[in-house]
């Protein structure tokens, strides 16, 4: 039995694993964006070919490995992928670029930081996770994720003194700083409309990971989900870049890092990506996958750090413990809950047995004292004259 629960919480370990994973390609995506906005590429053009790729490279893995496998479509499950491509692809990306053209690039990523708290909201609201705020696991996930969604604040607003860990002294920028400059700018008297922008698509991505949950149950194929929901937020995203962006020269592509770009966040983000991400709503609920949230902070500034040779500050290490504090708290409420689920399956399995395995040995003794019983009567049967 100990074995068996020790193998249950090793296998409950993989989400966790692949969650740091997704963070770690998120975090190589937003400097791709950094470099692609010097760049002066248009960011629904680039949405627009992000899906684009991301249909192209999903749709042949399910054609191949979900084949045989897979059932036959029914126009909820075609729904249901409309609504994913729409709040986890086309609405969602292009809210999140126009609050950073609206007020910056820090700002929004912060804002998106409430992810975490809105998914939550939603997730037992729609009775994917229960509160149980009378259980230490309860109430280490809600004392976790606030601690996530404080900390991402404070990584973001407090900068403190400056920190030298490591000097590499190796910028990718072709401008430094020309892109900050330009947001700043822009950002002077849209600091209200860029934040109900950026919640809107909080809102939206938290809404797609509980649809994204619904879909799992109604069609359990990781492959055809991701690339139902590519295809349709490929068509929305390309109708809505059109109607927005008329100069065909922003939609041509070289051997440079706008293809590097749209390749790596179409391929490995909205491809790769969205479908582990499905897998582990699939496996622990919508809220571990927004819980990893703030993570994505942590990673893209050691990233900017090493490749664009941006300054760590204080805040933005006294922000990072907190944030995976509150990781690390979340996910010992979720650990505690699977050991209590296993403890249940194991006490539901032995009661079984053990009321089982009486009726069986009454029936085995049963069978021996009647046959005991049909011999010593053939037998007296014998000795009568």
Known sequence: MEKMQNYKVADGMKPVMVMVLVQILFAGMNILYKLVAEDGMNFTILIAYRMMFAAAFMLPLALVFERDSRTKLTWMVLFQAFLCGLFGGSLSQNLYIESIALTSATYAVA??????????????????EELAIDTNAGKAKVVGTVMGIGGAMLFTFYKGIEINIWST???LHSQPNSHEASISHKSSGSL???????????????IWLIIQGKLNKRFPYPYSSTALMSLMGSIQSVVFALCVERDW???????DIRLLAVSYSGVLNSGLAVTLIAWVVKKGGPLLVAVFQPLLLVMVALAGSLLLDEKLHLGSILGGLMIVSGLYAVLWGKSKELLQ???????????YESNSQPILVVTSVGEDVNSEKEMVESRKEDVKP
């Open 249 to 255: 020269n922003q939609w041509k592509l070289g051997w």
């Open 192 to 206: 209200l409309l860029g934040s109900m922008v950026s919640l809107g698509s909080c809102v939206s991505y938290a």
């Open 111 to 128: 804002m998106y930081n409430l992810v975490p708290a809105i998914t939550f909201i939603l997730a037992i609201f729609f009775r994917m």
């Open 169 to 171: 002294h190796f910028d």
């Open 341 to 351: 689920m296993t403890r249940l399956e194991s006490q539901t399995s032995l009661k």
